[in-house]
């Protein structure tokens, strides 16, 4: 009882967003992430002798797809996150109720 767990969902996500846009060497480094299975589409489509619209179409319908996929990723993990928030919520209302001199005392 007393034990708050939120702030290491929070902490995991700050860690998450600093490893992938800290520093200088983490943009460069990932400056083309994402950009490698596009280029094998477009290079794919293009070595089977297909016309320019075409290799075009499956450039633009690649970064489509990857962007509603990167979409659906964030929703996902937000939903997550709120969930996570609203049960510790939840826990700590249980707790403060049934036993309010504990948790006032852990404070």
């Given at each position: 009882?007393?034990?708050?767990?939120?702030?290491?969902?929070?902490w995991c996500?700050?860690?998450?967003?600093?490893?992938?846009?800290?520093?200088?060497?983490?943009?460069?480094?990932?400056?083309?992430?994402?950009?490698?299975?596009i280029r094998?589409?477009?290079?794919?489509?293009?070595?089977?002798?297909?016309?320019?619209?075409?290799?075009?179409?499956?450039?633009?319908?690649?970064?489509?797809?990857?962007?509603?996929?990167?979409?659906?990723?964030?929703?996902?993990?937000?939903?997550?996150?709120?969930?996570?928030?609203?049960?510790?919520?939840?826990?700590?209302?249980?707790?403060?109720?049934?036993?309010?001199?504990?948790?006032?005392?852990?404070?």
């Open positions: 009882m007393g034990f708050v767990r939120s702030g290491h969902e929070a996500s700050v860690c998450s967003l600093r490893a992938t846009s800290g520093s200088a060497d983490h943009r460069r480094c990932h400056s083309y992430r994402g950009t490698g299975p094998g589409l477009i290079l794919g489509v293009a070595a089977a002798d297909a016309s320019k619209s075409n290799v075009l179409l499956a450039g633009v319908a690649g970064l489509v797809a990857g962007a509603m996929s990167m979409a659906a990723g964030e929703h996902v993990s937000v939903s997550s996150q709120s969930d996570t928030e609203m049960a510790d919520l939840a826990r700590e209302k249980c707790e403060l109720s049934e036993g309010p001199e504990f948790e006032k005392a852990a404070a």
